[in-house]
């Protein structure tokens, strides 16, 4: 059974730099679309970034040359550096992974058959 787990999340400035983890629990970080989603407080979940089989990436706009993602195939983990946040990027973040034979992104999120619990990401003044 996949199981995701995300860490690295917290109260941080506005302006700070944190770094979120995913550490799956099977080898599938290397085989198919997996990426980072976000909801905040009365809002809808989005898509932060994504990163395919063949470590292509994509970003939301609102996070575009802010946040980074990557991945450590062999340590089946996911990694989003986040640089320069505001005070719009406090949310609950999760870390999601489509089924085995989904490689490439830019996928609906229903397309997303695995989910961690989240880490909650609070920016402050």
């Known amino acids: 059974q996949v199981q995701l787990v995300e860490s690295g999340g917290g109260s941080v400035q506005a302006g700070g730099s944190p770094r979120l983890s995913c550490a799956a629990s099977?080898?599938?970080?290397?085989?198919?679309?997996v990426g980072w989603f976000r909801q905040a407080p009365g809002k809808g979940r989005e898509e932060v970034a994504s990163?395919?089989?063949?470590?292509?990436?994509r970003y939301a706009d609102s996070v575009k040359g802010r946040f980074t993602l990557s991945k450590d195939n062999a340590k089946n983990t996911l990694y989003l550096q986040m640089n320069s946040l505001k005070f719009d990027d406090t949310a609950m973040y999760y870390c999601?992974?489509?089924?085995?034979?989904?490689?490439?992104?830019?996928?609906?999120?229903?397309?997303?058959?695995?989910w961690g619990q989240g880490t909650q990401v609070t920016v402050s003044s």
């Open positions: 099977a080898y599938i970080i290397g085989t198919r679309c």
């Open positions: 999601a992974a489509a089924d085995f034979w989904t490689r490439a992104c830019g996928i609906s999120e229903i397309e997303f058959k695995y």
């Open positions: 990163i395919d089989s063949d470590g292509n990436t």
